[in-house]
């Protein structure tokens, strides 16, 4: 008997659910120019099932970095509701935007490389996430707890350039620069 169609679609999101996970966690290990096949692999899929779904290299780059920009930017309403200050979840945004970018291995290169598949993802990031912080600063504003003058863009920039890790620099140190970035704006009664 063969499948209806629900079924075939359940199934076909359900790979491509599994594909862009796997993705997302060899891109961290690896970079953005992984091997497919280590990602498949990871998957738990064919190669062909991977191009079946993302044609391009760049298809499936954008599919990874455009869940997590909707997850990350999805995240600040949800901190803002559920912590004590809206400080406390611009604190807990910002070290998910800071693991978010220090996991991004060879995304700047990718951007650079003038591949058109990857153009609109540098606008995705700025146009989903810079009102997502901004939604956490103008409740800071609000609250008395951040300068005014302290714009999304620009912190979330100023948060960037701490993330660009290397040799001597890692996850850790970055961490410890936004924090100290952070308590910078902060302002105390």
Known sequence: MPESLGVRQARAQRTREAVVAAAAAVFVDQGVQAPIRDIAERAGVGVGS??????????????????????????????????ASPFTALTRWADAFVEFLVTKHGLGAALGSGDPGLENLHALMLDTLVPACATLLDACTAADETDPDVTAYTLMRAIGNLCITGPDYGRADARRMVAALLAGVRRTA
Do not use: G, K, M, N
Not at 51 to 72: E, K, N
């Open 50 to 83: 991977i191009y079946r779904h993302f044609p391009t290299r760049a298809d499936l780059v954008t599919a990874v970095y455009r869940h997590q920009i909707d997850t990350c930017s999805a995240l600040a309403p949800r901190l803002l509701a559920e912590s």
